[in-house]
């Protein structure tokens, strides 16, 4: 049984959803060593988050951020948690929608992902600044 | 420590949402092996994603399909990713809210879901076809 | 590699998103016995469910539930699961998009949450009553 672990700084991106499967590969080339087994990343922050789509055309990254503003929005009327900014309570919601970690499995030494899937970091603040994310890899 | 993997493909579905927990159980019998553990099942795609809900009355499916679709609907004016229809940006949207996988604890060689939960694939697309999942199940 | 796994019964609370991770951790002592692993915490419900968010201002969870409220509303004209009151069916549909699980990575026998990360249960029904996790942890 493997376990490996490392804590990076992803680049600091403009919010959005942005790519980031190739950070994460790069940062535990250790997952070559697991047979069987699941890969987790994990983001220490409320106001971002992770999740798995398609990893093609930018359109798509860019929809995601047009529509996630419109199903929530900044400036609601009932939200009391502003004094951070207007970004700042729809970021926390959005990043719950999304979730705080993807899990996905490893097969012979490779992340399983279909082949249209990709790792997202989707940053819900307008300077969000780099995020720390939790790597973690285990299996036989 | 065991470490089991298998990768299906789940009978073709129409758009809504399905029960598939025998399906799942039926393809890894190796969970009873396991006493303390989990289970993961991922799906390899972008429009289609995977949930936990009620496994009894068939309307809660049917009321998650009218609700998800006011929720993502088709043809906003601000999509700009079009070219593969208009069942396609809903369906990548839906699939981040849903998710990519779900992780369920194994107890005693069983899966310790409660009474009225089952696992749901979430059919986005008008016609998805089949569909590809890695079930991977691990423990002492 | 160590397992460990138990179910409790969190106190029961009332609509709204709750602090819970005291009495996560308190579950499962033996997360101090982990230098690197995983906890996950999996509600065995369909209306209420699990996420990671804010610790700090009370006035973010306030928030959650409002805006919660406004994205999966009661008495739906679509809805045809009406039977169980109509707090039932969006309890439903806001289980899954929070979702039945947190996975946290464990380093150096503690969770490796941010500094402003806790966990919620968020509970979608008026009177839920007391709902049940399943609480594991593995690692080396």
Chains 1, 2, 3 share one sequence.
């Not at 080339?29 to 697991?34: A, D, N, Q, S, T």
């Not at 609601?76 to 900014?85: L, M, R």
Request: aromatic share 8%; with cysteine; glycine share 8%.
């Amino acid at each position: 049984m493997k376990f490996y672990q490392t804590e990076i700084r992803l680049k600091s991106q403009r919010r959005g959803f942005h790519l980031i499967t190739e950070e994460v590969l790069q940062a535990l080339p250790e997952i070559k060593h697991i047979n069987i087994g699941q890969l987790q990343v994990f983001i220490k922050h409320t106001s971002a988050s992770l999740t798995i789509n398609e990893n093609a055309d930018p359109s798509v990254r860019t929809d995601f951020e047009s529509h996630i503003n419109k199903m929530v929005p900044e400036n609601a009327p009932y939200y009391i948690h502003t004094y951070e900014g207007p970004d700042d309570m729809p970021a926390h919601i959005k990043a719950s929608l999304m979730g705080a970690s993807v899990q996905i499995p490893i097969s012979n030494g490779r992340l399983n992902l279909g082949v249209w899937q990709g790792i997202y970091l989707c940053e819900h603040r307008d300077r969000g600044g780099s995020r720390s994310v939790v790597i973690t890899a285990f299996g036989n």
